[in-house]
Nanobody
Framework: QVQLVESGGGLVQAGGSLRLSCAAS????????LGWFRQAPGKEREFVAA????????SYADSVKGRFTISRDNAKNTVYLQMNSLKPEDTAVYYC?????????????????WGQGTQVTVSS
C-alpha cells in the first residue's frame, strides 16, 4: 500500500512560481515511478510529468516542458513539482500518483495509487 498526500497548491499570478510536494508512505515507494497529473474543470485528467524510481529519467508534457521540473527524494519519500512561469492555462487540480512499475509511464492507467489533489490557480 502507498498513501500520497499533496501540498503546496495555491493562488499565484501569471509568471509566478509554485512548488508542489507529495509525501508518500509505504514500503514500496522507492521502487516505483512517480507522476504528476492535472485536471481542469470540464477537462480530462492529463499527464504533466513523471520520474523513474531512481530519479535518473524524467518526462514532461509538451505544454510544461522547460517550465516545470519533477524531482524526488527517496530518503524523504517525497516527490516535488517545481512550476515556474505559470500561465492561466495551468490552472487545475494537480495529483501525484505512484506507478505499478519502476519505469516512467505517461498513461494514467499505469498508476494505481493517487493523492487527493491540490488546487493550483493562476490569475492573469
Amino acid at each position: 500500500q502507498v498513501q500520497l498526500v499533496e501540498s503546496g497548491g495555491g493562488l499565484v499570478q501569471a509568471g509566478g512560481s509554485l512548488r508542489l510536494s507529495c509525501a508518500a508512505s509505504g514500503r514500496t515507494f522507492n521502487s516505483r515511478a512517480l507522476g504528476w497529473f492535472r485536471q481542469a474543470p470540464g477537462k480530462e485528467r492529463e499527464f504533466v510529468a513523471a520520474i523513474s524510481w531512481s530519479g535518473g529519467s524524467t518526462s514532461y508534457a509538451d505544454s510544461v516542458k522547460g517550465r516545470f521540473t519533477i524531482s524526488r527524494d527517496n530518503a524523504k519519500n517525497t516527490v516535488y513539482l517545481q512550476m515556474n512561469s505559470l500561465k492561466p492555462e495551468d490552472t487545475a487540480v494537480y495529483y501525484c500518483a505512484a506507478s505499478r512499475a519502476t519505469l516512467i509511464s505517461l498513461s494514467a492507467f499505469s498508476y494505481n495509487y493517487w493523492g487527493q489533489g491540490t488546487q493550483v490557480t493562476v490569475s492573469s
